[in-house]
């Protein structure tokens, strides 16, 4: 039989094969972690009648990311709560690093009512940089409308903090029920609710994961290569004086010097220098 594996968890994989739910285990000869099938993954499976199904084969991938861990996406939606909880962009901006090259990226300012000015602040610094960006309330149905547009026969993976609000958009984009968290009132800090990676669907094939959310992220990169993970740095790049430019303290930095005229958004900047003075601390890389 065939199918898409839906759900992992408990060390049980759940198949979708024409619309009804298999419950499998992986044979051992997926132990090793590049083989070990993902949410996402087409796979081949066993499975007799009233018993545990197992997977016998997964078959070629179009892709996969590891934060979280899913396969065959066409792009990742980070979400970025206006408030309740706080945001955090330099988390955010090595979440985009994690995905630049790789997938497609999404950028929604979710909570927006919450805090006009400030989710505008945002909204525009990540549009600035290039992104595709939306300001998103579940309370305004023409902002998810307008999101849902962009979701039609894509395979998305929802990515962000706890409680950034993954499930309740998933659930208006859907129109299903799909449990929600809520903010911790003593930490401010949102509560895990989704424990594990769930692949749903929903009208105008629409297809999303819903995930855990992450507190942090390592970056496994140089810090040389650092920049190319910031899109908006590419065109100024070819003007600045060094062709292996760092754009950190280098003397004429068209990079810098963008940013100083407000052509590439500062906080964007000021959040690579520090990401770049980790990297480069951590020595491994």
Do not use: W
């Not at 590049?34 to 009648?49: H, I, L, N, W, Y």
């Amino acid at each position: 039989m065939q199918g898409k594996i839906v759900k992992l968890t408990g060390g049980f994989y759940y198949v979708n094969s024409q619309g009804q739910i298999y419950e499998t285990r992986a044979r051992g000869n997926f132990r090793n972690n590049s083989t070990a099938p993902m949410v996402g993954d087409d796979v081949e499976f066993r499975q007799e009648k009233d018993q545990l199904g197992y997977i016998e084969k997964v078959y070629p991938r179009k892709n996969k990311i590891l934060r979280p861990p899913v396969a065959n996406v066409d792009q990742v939606l980070i979400v970025i709560p206006t408030k309740d909880p706080d945001y955090n962009l330099n988390l955010i901006d090595k979440m985009i690093c994690e995905y630049e090259h790789k997938v497609d990226i999404l950028v929604a300012i979710n909570k927006y009512d919450l805090a006009e000015n400030e989710a505008k602040k945002v909204y525009d610094i990540y549009r600035k940089a290039g992104f595709k960006t939306f300001l998103i309330s579940y309370k305004y149905d023409f902002t998810i409308d307008l999101l849902r547009d962009y979701l039609k026969n894509k395979t998305t993976a929802l990515c962000g903090v706890s409680a950034a609000g993954k499930s309740t958009i998933a659930s208006n984009i859907l129109n299903k029920e799909i449990k929600v968290g809520e903010v911790s009132k003593k930490t401010k800090r949102g509560k895990h609710t989704t424990r594990h990676t769930e692949l749903f669907t929903g009208e105008d094939n629409i297809y999303l994961f819903d995930t855990p959310g992450f507190s942090n992220i390592r970056l496994d990169l140089y810090p040389r290569d650092l920049k190319d993970y910031f899109r908006e740095f590419e065109k100024a790049s070819a003007e600045c004086k060094f062709n292996d430019c760092d754009h950190i303290d280098e003397p004429n930095c068209k990079v810098k010097e963008d940013v100083e005229n407000f052509i590439i958004p500062k906080t964007r900047y000021e959040n690579y220098k520090m990401i770049y003075k980790e990297l480069k601390e951590k020595g491994s890389y």
